[in-house]
């Protein structure tokens, strides 16, 4: 059996070492742009920082590929799928053959279409190498502008306040992490952020990025100029689905695929930031581009492509990081959406902890906490099990509950009645 991946990061790691474990002996063939050991993307801003080197980054040794008779081609782009035919088309025209293909490519940074954004001191921040070069580069600055409050962006900001540039975060809507927090929980970030020295511009947009031989500032939607030699544009990413879009899979906001990981093309899976499954939080389709999901669908896709049926049966939204020296970890729905929808919270300015839950039609559908983390791991586990906690509430949200007791009284399947299950994920 000939199986090729494509992609290097968890969803990839993860479905090579489910194969191994059914097949020892089938060839395996790794297909990446990026030129080294698989890497944690979450632990970016630790090394932009310089709080680890890049050998902390590493979620494998270089020795992993080696270890596991995986053939590498790193260093390489997939630039076409060929179904009929079986293959995998690389830039330069070599060919590789497979019976079983793992997409596996996630999502490249978004530059929004800003005048300036080639000048010589925009960086992105989504890679590696990415975060070589803005390392390198701010090493000789003194002031940085980045765009977008999202959490690449707020964590970019912080590491570059701790190599000590002025920094300035401009963001479009009015308060931060808007995929992940509420307003309510967002100004505590804002709080702890401005006492570490970074400014905000929340509800502003920059229309221009200034620059001469190299970026001089950045002007905004009211008029102002924000002096700065450096920026970092963090507003999104694009899903990189193109090579199963130009060989005919179904497509939506990324690969379509099945709980087997399957998408539409025999022989074809894919998995991580690229594949839209099952969201568990919203009860729909979506793309939940996290690493337990990569991680987790990756291992169900290299199970299957190796004979052995397994099935993912959905993900669930999930952060823990800490900003500005605030602990913060949130699961599922960041805040009530329908009518259905129920949120229930404690906020303590003066303590600078928050700590919040969504519900819908009683069910537990997302978590906020903020300083104050307890339970956060047992919630976030009912909340994928869609756990029931009707009369409950109130103990969730204040933090005095018994862990083994609310588990043991929510857990069980058979007694709550929930729909759609996931039994490997956490």
Not at 128 to 142: I, P, T, Y
Not at 185 to 212: E, H, M, P
Not at 252 to 260: F, K, M, T
């Amino acid at each position: 059996m000939d199986y090729v991946i494509v992609g290097n990061s968890a969803a990839a790691v993860f479905a090579v070492e489910a194969i191994r474990c059914e097949d020892p002996g089938g060839k395996i063939t790794l297909i990446s742009t990026e030129t080294g050991p698989p890497y944690s993307r979450c632990l970016l801003p630790y090394y932009l920082e310089g709080q680890i080197q890049e050998e902390g980054l590493w979620i494998r040794p270089p020795s992993f590929y080696e270890a596991l008779g995986v053939r590498t081609c790193l260093g390489r782009r997939a630039v076409k799928v060929r179904p009929a035919s079986g293959v995998v088309v690389l830039a330069g025209g070599e060919e590789v053959p497979y019976d079983r293909l793992l997409i596996a490519t996630g999502a490249a940074a978004r530059i929004p279409p800003i005048p300036g954004r080639e000048a010589c001191g925009v960086f992105t921040f989504r890679n590696l190498e990415d975060a070589r070069q803005l390392k390198s580069f701010a090493a000789h600055c003194r002031q940085a502008v980045v765009i977008g409050g999202g959490l690449v962006g707020v964590e970019a900001a912080a590491a570059l306040r701790g190599l000590g540039l002025a920094v300035t975060i401009v963001e479009f809507l009015p308060y931060l992490l808007p995929q992940a927090l509420d307003e309510r929980g967002a100004s505590l970030i804002a709080i702890a952020l401005r006492a570490r020295g970074i400014d905000l511009a929340l509800g502003r947009q920059v229309t221009a990025i200034l620059d001469g031989d190299k970026v001089t500032g950045v002007s905004l939607d009211d008029g102002r100029v924000i002096p700065c030699d450096l920026v970092v544009v963090g507003v999104g990413v694009k899903t990189n689905y193109d090579l199963l879009a130009d060989a005919g899979a179904d497509i939506n906001a990324g690969i379509i695929v099945d709980d087997h990981m399957a998408t539409s093309l025999p022989g074809i899976y894919a998995a991580g930031d690229v594949a839209e499954h099952f969201d568990l939080a919203r009860g729909e389709r979506g793309i939940v581009a996290v690493w337990p999901s990569a991680a987790a669908q990756g291992r169900v896709a290299g199970y299957n492509m190796a004979g052995l049926p397994r099935e993912h049966r959905g993900s669930l939204a999930v952060n823990a990081t800490e900003i500005g020296g605030l602990p913060l970890a949130s699961a599922g729905l960041p805040a009530a959406t329908g009518v259905d929808d129920r949120e229930y919270f404690t906020l303590d300015s003066t303590r600078m902890t928050y700590r919040k839950i969504v519900t819908r039609k009683g069910r537990l559908a997302g978590m906020t906490l903020i300083g104050d983390l307890r339970g956060a791991g047992v919630i976030t586990g009912l909340i994928a099990r869609g756990a029931v906690i009707e009369g409950h509430e109130k103990e969730f949200i204040q933090g005095n509950f018994g862990v083994a007791r609310l588990w043991q009284q929510f857990r069980n399947p058979a007694q709550q009645g929930w729909g759609r299950v996931v039994a490997n994920v956490f």
